[in-house]
């Protein structure tokens, strides 16, 4: 059992979703709920792996792993970032930009 040529499935969010009233249009709400889920879990995956790889050179690289694997620990930490699934539910654009904290002397 392969994947069949030339299938193509739509991976985008639904058109007729309103993030303003979320509630009008429910199939909409789903299909926007399922986008997100399926979005997350891609994220999820690719730290996954990345971990993998950072793992693997850890393994190879011994003590010069600090040099040799800098790169793949910022990619790590990068694809980490946001991607839980944390107790807020909302939409990533619906979050507001992110507050640094600001030192007081």
């Not at 985008?12 to 299909?31: C, I, Q, R």
Request: hydrophobic share 30%; aromatic share 8%.
């Amino acid at each position: 059992m392969g994947r069949r040529k030339g299938v193509d499935f739509d991976e985008s969010p639904p058109d007729d979703f309103d993030p303003s009233n979320p509630y009008k249009d429910p199939v909409a709400m789903l299909e926007m709920r399922e986008h997100v889920v399926r979005e997350k879990w891609i994220e999820i995956e690719k730290a996954k792996i990345l971990r993998e790889k950072l793992r693997w050179c850890y393994r190879i690289e011994g003590v010069n792993h600090l040099q040799k694997c800098r790169h793949l620990v910022q990619q790590y930490l990068d694809s980490t970032r946001g991607i839980g699934w944390g107790k807020d539910g909302r939409h990533p654009s619906l979050h507001g930009p992110k507050v640094e904290a600001v030192e007081s002397n």
